[in-house]
Each structure stands twice: as C-alpha cells, then as structure tokens.
C-alpha cells in the first residue's frame, strides 16, 4: 500500500521534493490535543442536556414549544461560555448575526469602538450607510483603533476614546482580508480584564467567525459579553445549512433575539423547519472538521513556504483561526491558484474562478468555493482581493485528503515560485 507522500508525489511529481521535505515535519500536528479536548466538551453537553430523536424534528408555524431549538441553544450557552444562546435558522449570515448584536445593544446616541482596525467589507452598510437600520442611520457613532505593530490592543488610544457614550468593544477575531495576526484568547482575556477597570460598564463584543473550535477556550470563557457567528462557517461542521448564533449574557443575548423576532416575543417563536438535523450534527462532528481544516492550513502553508511563497501564519506556528495566507506576488497565480481549487472541488468543479466586482470592496475579488452549501468556507475554498501583494486566503477541508489533494494541485498550477 502506497504512502500518502507517495501517492502524492505520483500525482504531483514536480513536487516530490516538497512532500518528502514537508510530510514527516507536520506528521506531530496530524493529531491535536485541542480537538480532543473540544469534542469532549461538546459530547458532555450534548448529554447534559438530554439530546433525544425527537430534539431533530424542528418546527413549523411559530415555532412555540420547540424543544429542539431550546436545547440546542442550551448546547452554544454550554460549549462557548455563555448564560444564554440564540441559534437560528432565520439568521442568514455572519454579518447579519454581528447586527442584531450590535444594533439589539446600543441606542441612538451610543458609541461602539473596534480595537482590532476596520471590520470586514460586508459590515459597511451595517455601519456607514444612511440607509434605514443601519448604525449610522439610529445615531451610532462606530470608531475604529487600529492594532499596534506586534497585534497588540491599542489600550493607550482606547482608555483615551473611551467616554460616557461608549457601550460596546468589539473584536474581529480572524484577520479578514488582511495580514495581521488573529486574535487569540489570551488576548481577549487580557482586555476583558482591562475594561473591569474602567469606570462604567462596558459591552466586550468578539466577532468568532472563522476561530471556533480551533482554541482550547472560546471568547466567552475568558471575559467576552457576546460572542457571534455563522453556522455555515466552523459551528456548522460543514452539515448545517444556514443559520447564526449569538452567546452570552442574558440580558443581552434577549435583546438581540428581540430585534430578529420583535420586541417583547423573548426568542419563543421561530421555527426551525428541516434545519435542526443538520445543526445538532454539525456542530457536533465541528470540533474534528475543524481540526482537519487546521491540518490543511499547515500543509498549505508549509508546501508553500518551501516554493519560496511568503505565508501568513508561518506553517508551524499557533493557530486562532482557521485562515491561511499565501502571498502569490501575481494576479496569474491567484487565478491559477483559486481555479485549481475550484477544480478539486466536489460542486461546480468545471466552473473557472475569475476576478468580479463584490460589495464594500474597492477591488475585484476571486473567489473559489465548490461547496455543497453555498459560503461554507470550512468545506474548502480560496479567495482575495486581486491587488498587490496577490494575497489568496485559503480554509477549510473537511478531510486532510482533500485539503492535501487541493492545495497540491493549486501549488503544482504555479509551477514553483
């Protein structure tokens, strides 16, 4: 029976002399204590709340009484830290999740002060525009702290921006599309710490999109009031098909719920359809799906470090998130890099990538995703604004196989560096 390097220097023979060098480097991070560790956590809650058949059926109409929807919920409070969880299908995305966060927690007039620089692109209309709903719109100020150099918090420019007006620290875990550092727990515990110091009381908002189940600990174990993502992303274990979650205090999960459903309805209604199948089991089979996402990060970047390509994080250093940048000096090798993946995609194999215009972004953007479900970057995808330097973000692969198979064949597209 052939190696797995053997087999994949038969399929990729200009690149022998990678696999031989890289394989046995990143055989000791095949395994990881932290899914382990992860999984444990998520089996106990799962049994502490007596998941049953019957928790899978979901609901129609109003959703009233929907035990299913009331224990998983109970699951996110339990595994992410939190005395409170809302987790919805009617939550359609990340960036729709940050809202209700966001906007549920604050009144006209209020202040929200990013720490971590300017958030993703797609939260623009959220913040900017004069459009009904937005931030800008309800007379809330949202300011941004750039990191210092290392990725350290600003805290310095922070205790100065700091006023009465100000209600929530935000947070965006992951880099987006940029080469700064994700955040880690440590850090986020290091400035819930700081902010018990501050004479009124603050609202510490962590965007987690991207970073859960790659940690040990989540954003809510160290001091975070509110922790959101995306089921499409890690959570959702690849299986769930839409959907959005919000964690932590009560009080501020309940008025979050109140601006998705309406004020008063307290989270009681919603109904969750065919989706909680997909929802219970993703989220439990997350933590190793995630875990192999993280292996296939490693391999990325170590295949690419040895061809001469500058990657960010290098490949054996600490993980917060799941990305992984690969500077690819080009817009040649972008195209041929996110093409390759999307040709070793399972979904819209046959389908070539090419640079479009996407909103909040002053660029072009490629992106390559042939997903089952539409945007479910663990499953495997690539994507960047096509500028200089020709920055291509990979993640996910549900499977080391596939993530090595596809990020072989993306290097092998380059030819070398």
């Known amino acids: 029976m052939l190696t797995e390097t053997q087999i994949l220097c038969q399929r990729f023979p200009t690149l022998t002399p990678a696999f031989k060098a890289i394989m046995p480097a990143l055989e000791p991070f095949r395994v990881s204590s932290i899914d382990l560790h992860n999984q444990a956590r998520v089996l106990e809650a799962f049994s502490q709340q007596r998941v049953d058949s019957y928790d899978l059926l979901g609901s129609t109409g109003y959703g009233y009484n929907d035990r299913g929807r009331d224990k998983l919920e109970a699951i996110y409070s339990q595994f992410f830290g939190g005395e409170a969880a809302l987790v919805r299908p009617q939550i359609s995305s990340g960036t729709h999740a940050l809202w209700l966060a966001l906007s549920g927690n604050t009144q006209p007039g209020d202040e929200i002060i990013s720490i971590t620089g300017e958030p993703y692109a797609t939260l623009a209309t959220v913040l900017a525009q004069t459009s009904p709903g937005s931030l800008k719109s309800l007379g809330i100020k949202f300011k941004t702290i750039d990191l210092l150099p290392q990725g350290q918090f600003d805290l310095e420019s922070l205790a100065k921006n700091i006023s009465a007006k100000t209600k929530i620290i935000y947070i965006q875990k992951s880099r987006g599309y940029s080469l700064r550092q994700p955040i880690s727990t440590g850090q986020i515990a290091a400035v819930a710490t700081w902010m018990q110091s501050q004479p009124h009381r603050l609202v510490l908002v962590v965007d987690n999109c991207y970073g859960e189940f790659v940690e040990a600990q989540e954003p809510g174990h160290v001091g975070a009031d509110l922790s959101v993502g995306s089921l499409i992303k890690n959570p959702g274990g690849g299986l769930a098909e839409t959907g959005g979650y919000i964690v932590g205090r009560e009080e501020l999960v309940a008025n979050s719920a109140n601006r998705l459903l309406a004020p008063g309805l307290d989270g009681e209604i919603g109904s969750t359809g065919q989706y909680l199948r997909g929802m219970y089991q993703g989220l439990f089979l997350a933590p190793h799906f995630v875990g192999q996402g993280v292996f296939n990060a490693r391999f ?11 990657t960010s994080p290098k490949w054996d250093q600490e993980r917060f998130d799941l990305v992984q940048a690969i500077e690819l000096g080009s817009q040649e090798n972008m195209e041929k890099f996110c093409r390759a993946i999307q040709g070793t995609s399972p979904v819209d194999s046959y389908v070539a990538p090419v640079p479009g215009e996407m909103p909040g972004y002053q660029v072009p953007v490629i992106m390559a995703a042939g997903t089952f479900i539409q945007g479910a970057s663990l499953e495997l995808s690539a994507d960047g604004p096509v500028e200089p330097p020709y920055i291509v973000y990979y993640q996910g692969g549900l499977s080391t196989q596939h993530g090595m ?10 030819g070398g560096s």
């Open 300 to 310: 990325a970047a170590a295949l690419a470090e040895y061809l001469g390509y500058k």
């Open 405 to 414: 198979l596809a990020v072989s064949a993306a290097m092998a597209a380059l």
